[in-house]
């Protein structure tokens, strides 16, 4: 398997414009996971999927944040308008409850500056 | 609300060398904990997860304690070698049947093996 996929790998973005992020998790993993990681605060989970619907969003910011799964295969973070702390590195993660099922595997990331 | 402390930050050591990195978490009501390891530019990569009923795993030259009443579990790597260069990070998930997928991540301790 490929893993989860994730792109772009890095954006580059000016304040006020729009950012979408996209993730494809693993084939048959049914919860998918959006995290932020900054040097500051660390990783934090914003946004979990299981079966394609938001449990949990509680760790999404501000409303400037939206995120959707709109089948199994794909995920998008939108950020609307941006802002330069939004800066970080944005992970996608999926998971599999029949397996090991608390254990979550990592996309790559994405590096998000936004200038 | 759960907080995880991982000292020292960074660590340095020779190769070959014995060595321990510490977690410490607030509140005991825990599901699991998971350690990850994360190389530079890269995603996060899980070593070894503890349920709250155990009190450690192991996989080859790692093993992971976990003492859930006095909130620390520690990770412990045999004969380091340079390959094992990497943040390792801690995380915990709560005692929740829809929360224990909210991972609560430390800050993680950079860890430099030199030859």
């Known amino acids: 398997d490929a893993g989860v996929i994730q792109s772009p790998r890095h954006e580059v973005t000016e304040m006020g414009q729009e950012v979408t992020l996209r993730c494809k998790p693993i084939s048959g993993h049914d919860y998918l996971f959006w995290y932020r990681q900054t040097m500051m605060r660390g990783l934090e989970l914003l946004i979990y999927f299981n079966n394609n619907v938001p449990i949990d969003d509680s760790g999404m910011p501000e409303d400037r944040f939206s995120a959707k799964m709109p089948n199994a295969s794909f995920s998008t973070l939108k950020i609307q308008p941006s802002e330069p702390r939004d800066s970080a590195v944005y992970f996608c993660?999926?998971?599999?409850?029949?397996?090991?099922?608390?254990?979550?595997?990592f996309g790559p990331g994405t590096r998000l500056t936004v200038l | 609300k759960q907080e995880v402390t991982q000292i020292p930050a960074a660590l340095s050591v020779p190769e070959g060398e014995n060595l321990v990195l510490n977690c410490s978490f607030t509140?005991?009501?825990?599901?699991?904990l998971q350690w990850f390891r994360q190389d530079p530019g890269k995603g996060l990569t899980s070593l070894l997860l503890i349920q709250s009923s155990q009190r450690e795993q192991t996989s080859g030259r790692l093993n992971a304690s976990l003492d859930k009443s006095s909130g620390r579990s520690t990770l412990y790597i045999a004969a380091s070698q340079p390959g094992d260069s990497a943040t390792y990070l801690c995380a915990v998930s709560p005692y929740s049947g829809a929360g224990s997928y909210q991972l609560t991540f430390g800050k993680g301790t950079k860890l430099s093996v030199i030859p």
């Open positions: 509140d005991s009501a825990i599901y699991n």
């Open positions: 993660a999926s998971s599999f409850r029949g397996g090991r099922a608390d254990t979550q595997y």
